[in-house]
């Protein structure tokens, strides 16, 4: 009995001096994933994300779609004037405003205790800004797109950041069905068929830029964008185009963004020349 114990402890003596020996390498921990933002910043996300803070009104709504909206604590104005949205998620009227009109109040947004903030590539590409963030320590993502699939990659970035990746691709999966499905059947109408539009974003005479989500919306749809046709009609950044150059193209259709704008259109006589007005195709977008 007394050999068979101290065997035991001979063996426990060298199990414990090959494990000295041999020390047990434990795996590394992994560094928290990355993203590459619309400014080309590389962001590595926090290790949790409970608190977001959505100061590009595009952001929010997709945190609130990917299921998120309760964990919103800071908002951009525009959310907080979004009545459907608020009705939809009364806690975002609770949030916190630190952006309002051009620059970030930086002590209402650290106030808020945001794990990650949203921002618009203009607000990240002002350096003043970009650095305050930065010194406080604040992981920031800034967003952006100008066609459908920027605007997809964008949803998966947000989708990543806040822990919503499997909703957000397949939100993508859906959109880009939605995509195929409008393209197959455009496929079938004769090019000669196809209507030329004027698009009308706030006001009758302003209109969408050819690098925009809405021109590559239309060039999806099948239409012919009177702007892409001749791009260099736009009258300086306001993105104006005037009465004699509308009168040229002559679209047979008219999309107004803004309430008001397409019976101002119907109504105003210097329009009533232009084929879409004559034909009563001038229509409101919801």
């Known amino acids: 009995m007394i050999n068979r114990d101290i065997c035991c402890k001979h063996l426990m003596l060298m199990a414990l001096a090959i494990i000295l020996c041999h020390p047990i390498v434990l795996p590394a921990a992994q560094p928290n994933p990355t993203i590459t933002d619309a400014l080309g910043r590389v962001v590595r996300l926090p290790d949790r994300t409970e608190r977001i803070a959505c100061l590009y009104a595009f952001s ?15 908002v951009s104005n525009g959310l907080k004037r979004d009545i459907l949205f608020c009705k939809m998620f009364p806690g975002v009227t609770r949030a916190t405003v630190p952006k309002r009109q051009g620059a970030i109040n930086i002590e209402a947004l650290i106030g808020a205790r945001p794990d990650v903030v949203f921002v618009q590539s203009q607000t990240g590409q002002d350096p003043a800004t970009a650095d305050r963030l930065d010194a406080l320590g604040l992981t920031w993502i800034a967003i952006d797109f100008h066609t459908m699939a920027q605007q997809r990659n964008a949803i998966l970035m947000i989708g990543k950041a806040i822990g919503a990746l499997r909703k957000a691709k397949s939100y993508n999966a859906y959109y880009t069905n939605c995509i195929e499905r409008v393209s197959r059947m455009v496929a079938m109408i004769p090019l000669e068929n196809r209507p030329k539009v004027f698009h009308a974003t706030v006001e009758p005479n302003r209109t969408s830029p050819r690098q925009s989500l809405p021109s590559d919306w239309l060039a999806q749809s099948g239409l012919n964008n009177v702007i892409t046709m001749d791009p260099d009609r736009l009258a300086g950044g306001n993105k104006q185009v005037g009465m004699e150059q509308i009168l040229l193209w002559n679209p047979g259709v008219i999309l107004a963004n803004e309430p008001g704008v397409a019976n101002f259109i119907m109504r105003d006589s210097q329009w009533s020349a232009v084929r879409a007005v004559r ?8």
């Not at 779609?65 to 604590?73: E, F, H, N, S, T």
């Not at 034909?279 to 919801?286: D, N, S």
């Open 279 to 286: 034909c009563g195709r001038v229509y409101q977008m919801p």
């Open 60 to 74: 929010g709504h997709v945190v609130a779609m990917l299921g998120k909206a309760d964990q919103i604590v800071a």
